[in-house]
């Protein structure tokens, strides 16, 4: 006999269910660097962010660039 399915898969047996993070790109400077978080300053909010859930993208040499991030982390810090 066959074990029931699950209530996230459809008829084909692959889930219906996505793990999707909604992401956001934040214009900011990085102020400081640990082996695990950056802290930010975006012009209104300093924060640290966790390396582990952003990516940072550099655009100069000053620490400005762009972090991307998912949309609940950046509500979490007061960022959006």
């Not at 006999?1 to 692959?14: E, R």
Request: charged share 25%; net charge positive.
């Amino acid at each position: 006999t066959k074990p029931p399915k699950s209530p996230s898969a459809s008829s084909t047996g692959t889930s219906t269910i996505r793990a999707t993070k909604r992401m956001v790109e934040i214009a900011c400077q990085v102020i400081m660097e640990t082996e695990r978080a950056y802290q930010i300053d975006d012009g209104a909010t300093k924060c640290w962010v966790p390396k582990s859930q952003v990516e940072w993208h550099p655009d100069d040499a000053k620490g400005n660039g762009t972090m991307v991030m998912p949309e609940f982390i950046a509500k979490e810090k007061g960022l959006i």
